[in-house]
Nanobody
């Protein structure tokens, strides 16, 4: 069993930055693909990005590519989502998840965090 806890969400003005963290319990974090998703009110959960086991390969949704960066520190069992140039449309609950293989679909991820709210004001 893997437990994930997100942190770092909050309220930020448009153009600002936030860094989300995803901390995993257990010693198997490095064996999983790490994904980030988000869900806005009234919308389906959507893929933000993912990173492979050792951080050498990343994928991003078109809507965030060039503004968001995913990284991971397996020694700390922690993943990160660095968000820059935030826009009001980035407002959502952000979730981290682990599983595999690299995928943009929620079905590929086995364990999920509880989510952290990110609100971007205009």
């Amino acid at each position: 069993q893997v437990q994930l806890v997100e942190s770092g969400g909050g309220l930020v003005q448009a153009g600002g930055s936030l860094r989300l963290s995803c901390t995993s319990s257990g010693r198997t974090f490095s064996s999983y693909i790490l994904g980030w998703f988000r869900q806005a009110p009234g919308k389906e959960r959507e893929f933000v990005g993912s990173i492979n086991w050792y951080g050498y390969n990343t994928n991003y949704a078109d809507s965030v590519r060039g503004r968001f960066t995913i990284s991971r520190d397996n020694a700390k069992s922690t993943g990160y989502l660095e968000m820059n140039s935030l826009k009001p449309e980035d407002t959502a609950v952000y979730y981290c998840a682990v599983g595999g293989p690299m995928s943009w679909t929620t079905q590929s991820y086995d364990y999920w965090g509880q989510g952290t709210q990110v609100t971007v004001s205009s």
